[in-house]
T-cell receptor, first 113, second 112 residues
Framework: GAVVSQHPSRVICKSGTSVKIECRSL??????MFWYRQFPKQSLMLMAT?????????EQGVEKDKFLINHASLTLSTLTVTSAHPEDSSFYIC?????????FGPGTRLTVL | QKEVEQNSGPLSVPEGAIASLNCTYS??????FFWYRQYSGKSPELIMS????GDKEDGRFTAQLNKASQYVSLLIRDSQPSDSATYLC????????????FGKGTKLTVNP
């Protein structure tokens, strides 16, 4: 399968700070990447679809000004959680589409104190 | 609301047995169906994809799809303790959408 990386794998920050998460497709080009969030014991919830060279498409209820997505190249999408608060603490996972399938990065565990 | 339903389990089987995981979906327009395995604290890993009615086999895994019944299943033969994980069923949204809708997952435990 295709390989997707994420960085950082874990981040702890203070309330009010911003955190940037990177998602890279390592061995393929991805015009479309997806950002998910997963709270403990819950399933994945799609936050937004990241499109290379254009604006991201956000799911209903996801604040686009809080979760900034940039897809500047065919191998890199970034998610910035702005002014993070404790309720934003979660497992953030990106995926990229290749061969009609979605492959996930290893995830980033965000803890906001 | 379009949904993907799974039995949350936990499902417990002895080592060497067949584990059967089930999933139903509500959107008749869905065309692509996936099974992911997620170990605790890790991200999902693609196990199987299936697009047409019938069975698809890959090693110890068999996916079954019945679009008329809006039902997809995953069979794991000769279950191993390393198969213990949460299995997520995912279905693409209507038509050819790239977006996936995930079930809540079934937690499988394989007992040695």
């Amino acid at each position: 399968g295709a390989v997707v990386s994420q960085h950082p794998s874990r981040v702890i920050c203070k309330s009010g700070t911003s955190v940037k998460i990177e998602c890279r497709s390592l061995d393929f080009q991805a015009t479309t990447m997806f950002w998910y969030r997963q709270f403990p014991k819950q399933s994945l919830m799609l936050m937004a679809t990241s499109n290379e060279g254009s604006k991201a498409t956000y799911e209903q209820g996801v604040e686009k000004d809080k979760f900034l997505i940039n897809h500047a190249s065919l191998t890199l999408s970034t998610l910035t959680v702005t002014s993070a608060h404790p309720e934003d603490s979660s497992f953030y996972i990106c995926s990229a589409r290749a061969y009609n399938e979605q492959f996930f990065g290893p995830g980033t565990r965000l803890t906001v104190l | 609301q379009k949904e993907v339903e799974q039995n949350s389990g936990p499902l417990s089987v002895p080592e060497g047995a067949i584990a059967s995981l089930n999933c139903t979906y509500s959107d008749r327009g869905s065309q692509s169906f996936f099974w992911y395995r997620q170990y605790s604290g890790k991200s999902p890993e693609l196990i199987m994809s299936i697009y047409s009615n019938g069975d698809k086999e890959d090693g110890r895994f068999t996916a079954q799809l019945n679009k008329a019944s809006q039902y997809v299943s995953l069979l794991i033969r000769d279950s191993q303790p390393s198969d213990s994980a949460t299995y997520l069923c995912a279905v693409n949204r209507e038509g050819g959408s790239e977006k996936l809708v995930f079930g809540k997952g079934t937690k499988l435990t394989v007992n040695p």
